[in-house]
C-alpha cells in the first residue's frame, strides 16, 4: 500500500498528539508523586519503622519519571515534525528507559501496599509506641516517630488502637510495661477530650463507658491515605505506560517509514 | 439472696487484666443495715468454704498486700448504705470498679487498698455488712470470675497478606508491554541495519515538510520521481 503524503501527515499528527499527551501526563505525575511525598497525612514515621516504606520510593521516582516524560515529549514532538532519524532513535530508546523506571515504581506501589496489613501496624504499634528503653540512636529515632504519630492519629481521629481498645487488653506491649493496666487500660488519648485537650472523664473512659472513650479503630485512619497513595502511583503510572506503548509503537513505525 | 454480678459487657473495661467492675449492690442491704459498714471480700475460689465472716478487715491475714499469699481474701471499698442509696435512678451507671486504686497497692498502712489484683484469677467476691467488726449481713458469693490474660505481641501473625488481583494484572500487563516495545525496538535496528546502508546520519531536509522518497522495494505505483 503506497504511503501518501496525507497518510504519513495523519501519522505524523498523532504522534504530535501522542506526546503532547505524555507530556501532560508527566507534570501531572511530577505533581501527583511531589504531593504524596510530602506526605500530607502524616502516617511516613510508620512506614519508616517497618522498614518497608518502598511506596515512598515508588513515588520519588514518579517525580524523576514524570519530569523525564515531559522533557522527552518534546524530544518526541521536535524529532516527528522534524522527521529526524537520529533524533527520533534517541527519543525511543531514552524512552524506553524511562518506561521500565515507571515500570519499577508502579509494580514496587502495588506490590508494597500488600504489605500493610492491619497485623503489620498494630505488631509495631504494640511493640514501639512509648517504648522506654531503645537500644540505638536508630531505634529511638523510629520509636518517637511512631509514638508522635499514634498519639496524633488518636486524637485527630478520635479512635484508638488498630482494631480498637482491645488491642490494648488482649496484648501486652511496650506502652504497657511502664503503664499499669489498672490506670491505664488503654492511653489516654483514647479518651474523649475536652476543648483543653485533657479527658472529659477519665473514669469513665477507664471504665470503657460509651461515650467517654474511643471505641473505633484507627486502621480506616491508616489505610485510606496509604491505599490512595500507593494506588494512584501505581495506576496513573500504568495508564500512562499504556499510553505510551502505543505512542513508542507508532513511532518506532513511523521511523521505519523515514528513508534517507 | 442477692449474688455480687459483673457489670454490662457495654463497658470497655469491664474485665481487664488487673481490674474488674461490679455492679453496686443497690436496695440489697435493708434499713437495718443502716448503721453497719458494707465491705467488699475478695477471695481466692480455694477460701470461700471455710471463709470467717469476723476476721477483721485488714489484720494480716485480711490484708490486700499480702493477697494472695499469706491472705486467702481481704475486703475493701468500705462504705455505708448511703453510698448504695435504693432505688437506683434509672440510666445510672452504678457501678464498683476493683483494682482501680494504684497508689497504695504496696502501702502495708493501707490493708484494705483497692489495688490492682496480682494475676489473672479466678476470684470470688462478696458484700459482708460488719457493725463493729461484727457480721450482720452478707450477699451470696458471686461465680469465679477471671481476669484477661494478655499475649505477646510477638503472637500476632504478620504473614502476608498474598498478593492481590490488581497488582497481579498491572504486573504481567506492563510487563507484555514491555517485552512488546523490546521487540518492536529489536525488530527495528535488525530492519534498518539490514535494510538501508548504515551511511548518513545528518538530515538532510532544509524545509519542514518532508519530501518523502519512496523505498524501491515497496513501490507498488511508479511515482514520479522527486528531488
Known sequence: MAKSDGGIHILQGLLVFGNVVIGMCGIALTAECIFFVSDPSGLYPLLEATENDDIYAAAWIGIFVGFALFALSILGIIGVIKSNRTLLLVYIILMLITYAFEMASCITAATHRDFLTPNLF??????????????????????????????KLMLRNQCCGVQGPSDWQEYTSAFRATHSDADFPWPHNCCVMDARGSPVNLDGCKLGVPGYYNSNGCYDAISGPMNTHAWSVAWFGFAILCWTFCVLLGTMFYWSKIEY | TYTPTLASPTLGGQITASTFVLEQPRCVFGEEHSDAVIWLVVAVPEAVPKFNNSVEPGSPERTFQNFPATAPAYLTLNTTLLGYPCPKPP??????????????????????CNGPLPGPGPYRVKFLALRDTEPVGETAWSDPITLRRARPPGSVPTTGSGRSAGMIALTSILSILFAVLLASLVALLFFWGSDTHIGSSTFSKPEPVSVRRYNTHHVYDQPAARL
Open chain 1, 122 to 151: 498494630m505488631k509495631q504499634m504494640l511493640e514501639m509506641y512509648m517504648k522506654s528503653e531503645t537500644d540505638n540512636n536508630n531505634d529511638k529515632w523510629m520509636t518517637e516517630g511512631v509514638t508522635k504519630t499514634w498519639d
Open chain 2, 91 to 112: 440510666g445510672d451507671i452504678t457501678v464498683l470498679r476493683v483494682g482501680a486504686e494504684t497508689s497504695c497497692a504496696g502501702d502495708k498502712t493501707r490493708p484494705t
